[in-house]
């Protein structure tokens, strides 16, 4: 008697184990009883070993909010040894925390999703992070050598995680018909302002590190160290920082772009009070500025008013206005509610860009805080063959690769930026008159000046 004598029925599972050849040969009671570790076939495959329980029980830990004090409580560098080690082990107590969350919410996602190349290899980059740092976890660093490499492993950490989010808006584009675009602002909303904290806290101990190396390693230096108390630097954070500056830089650097591929260079004028400063990390507000700068140019250069110069006001909040938290409206949907993690109640700073592009059409204002909408052609995406459709922002993040080159912006560069600005206590507001131009509002938080 022939075995496949008749056609099989799509699900008739019972008849596989009747061909050895299958490699999914198993008992038909499996599926009906499933063994305590059938969970594990959602994860999805890696080279990295870390138990189930082990992340389960990190996950369960609920995050830390970051404070102001949190970052500077350990003094202004150069540190001593004793306070590098408090850092460090600061740092060791926060981040094993915040990767087994990112884990954890990225085996949530849908197995088909999990299971493309893209987001797999986000998967196993956190694995891999997470595992680096288990060594470390269960001791207090208390020695100079293990601070140093501990440090080292937190330099590895950042440099894995570089290209996160592009990486990630690629998987989701190749996943798009298995998850609901809602879901995919949402996870990405929340997995970059999870990953600024990550970063936030390794860099700052990174900083710190590289800071203090020639006070508490006297060997390397014979000569007597003097600290450098007119720094404003404490760490990634400049406690003076200057809002005029950061503009101007961002500015000639967008021009540039814009110049390249339009052959105009934009110009923009800076009023109200340049000279404020303030408390901010300036990586932060450089990629927030440049973003918003992208917008502004393009939208200038191709309504055709590139003679007409880009207006950007920075005013500073009065101190009585510290605790006024709703000066700004936020265009934001309830189910991205903005993050505070900055206790500290300081005095901010608006900056409000004003073009002359024509405004944003009233069908497409609804869709600018989306990762899964733009307005750029496809001609304008980096990567993307004419006719292959699917123009939206995960086009535009997965395609730049994350190095913020490219001048078609409008879709990704505003919940990107938005996600940066709500992290510190502030957000970016849109205000289009249609026809005539846009004012973009962007209040930023002061993180206030650390006392002595």
Known sequence: MKLFSRPLRPCDWTILPQCPSRPFSRPASFARHPSPSAHKWSHPPSS??????????????????????????????????????????????????????????????????????????????????LSTLLPYNAKTISALEDEIRFTAVLADLVETHSHTIPTLARGFLECRKYINPIE???????????????????????????????HQDPESNPHPIEVDNSSSYIGVIDTALQPAAIINSCGNFVSEICELKYGVRPTWIIDGEPATTFAFVPVHLEYIITELLKNAFRATVESGRSHEPVVITIAAEPESAA????????????????????????????????????????????????????????????????????????????????????????????????AYAEYFGGGIAVQSLYGWGCDVYLRLKGLGRPKG
């Open 48 to 129: 990295t070993t870390i138990a189930d329980d082990e992340v389960a029980n990190l996950a369960s830990q609920s995050l830390h909010a970051l404070s102001l004090a949190d970052l500077v409580k350990h003094g202004r560098p150069p540190l001593c040894t004793e306070a590098l080690f408090s850092s460090a082990n600061f740092t060791l107590s926060l981040l094993p925390i915040r990767l087994a969350h990112r884990i954890q919410a990225l085996r949530n996602l849908p197995f088909i999703v999990v299971s493309n190349p893209n987001i797999s290899k986000i998967y196993n980059n956190y694995l891999h992070s």
């Open 323 to 418: 605790d006024m938290d709703k000066v700004l409206p936020r265009a934001e949907s309830t189910d991205n509610p903005p993050i505070k993690p900055f206790e500290e109640s300081a005095p901010g700073v608006t900056i409000r860009i004003r073009d002359r592009g024509g405004g944003i059409s009233p069908e497409v204002l609804p869709n600018i805080w989306s990762y899964s909408f733009t307005t750029f052609s496809e001609d304008d995406l980096p990567g993307q063959t004419p006719g292959s459709g699917s123009m939206d922002a995960l086009n535009a993040i997965s395609g730049a690769g994350g190095e913020g080159s490219s001048i078609a912006g409008l879709g990704y560069g505003l919940p990107l930026g938005r």
């Open 184 to 214: 995919v602002t949402r996870f990405l909303d929340e997995h970059l302002r999870a990953r600024i904290g990550t970063r936030l806290i390794a860099e700052q101990h990174i900083a710190l590190h590289i800071s203090s190396q020639p």
